[in-house]
């Protein structure tokens, strides 16, 4: 169990250029989830996978984000056009559903901004 | 997007000391989790509670989950410089759905 992996920790981007995102989940789980985290606040749900559907997707998640999870095991976040009002750490986490008792494993995160 | 009311939002203590810390809902939720983050790392799992009542230990940790259902509470006795941090709550009502709503952190600062 190496935990829940993110790449790339930091991105630096300019606003209105596209970036990508990737996590791989804990191996056996099958939920996944993203979060945003921005400074002094608790993470805010995007969206989650179970396998490779898409369940629930937040009204935070505009039309520019797009995440997918092709083959249920890793997951990419794609942000199209940046703006500055996208800077915030991105958070991936994974879970095991159907235990009764989930627990949220979350990864280091990748720490966006955009200029 | 919805938030726990997590309090205090920061604590001044010297190492040693016994620590609390509490997070109160507006809504009923049937699992709370607590989680510590360090600066620039993702959130770590400390402890997770699923009945109203529970208690539960993990080292100098302990957490309980309200009667109520809408409020938790974590303690942290004889803190060491480690402790320090940002500790957060987080709580939901669908039992399988992780789909968490974290707290607004409290901040833990251990003074020399």
């Known amino acids: 169990d190496t935990g829940v992996s993110q790449n790339p920790r930091h991105k630096i981007t300019k606003r209105g250029q596209n970036v990508t995102f990737r996590c791989d989940p804990i191996s056996e789980h099958n939920r996944l989830y993203w979060y945003r985290q921005t400074l002094g606040q608790g993470p805010e749900f995007l969206t989650y996978?179970?396998?490779?559907?898409?369940?629930?997707k937040s009204r935070l998640l505009s039309d520019r984000f797009s995440a997918e999870r092709p083959k249920g095991s890793f997951s990419t976040l794609e942000i199209q056009r940046t703006e500055q009002g996208d800077s915030a750490m991105y958070l991936c986490a994974s879970s095991l559903y159907g235990t009764g008792e989930e627990k949220l494993f979350f990864g280091s995160g990748t720490q966006l901004s955009v200029l | 997007g919805q938030q726990l009311n997590q309090s205090p939002q920061s604590m001044f203590i010297q190492e040693g000391e016994d620590v609390s810390m509490n997070c109160t809902s507006s809504?009923?939720?049937?699992?709370w989790l607590w989680y510590k983050q360090d600066p620039g790392e993702g959130p770590v799992l400390l402890i997770a509670?699923?009945?109203?009542?529970e208690l539960t230990s993990n080292g100098r940790l302990t957490a309980q989950f309200g009667i109520t259902r809408k409020d938790s509470f974590l303690n942290i006795s004889a803190s060491i410089p480690s402790d320090v941090g940002i500790y957060f709550c987080a709580g939901t009502f669908n039992f399988g759905n992780e789909k968490l709503t974290f707290g607004t952190g409290t901040r833990l600062t251990i003074i020399p």
């Open positions: 996978f179970q396998n490779e559907a898409q369940l629930e």
């Open positions: 809504s009923i939720f049937n699992t």
């Open positions: 509670l699923y009945k109203a009542g």
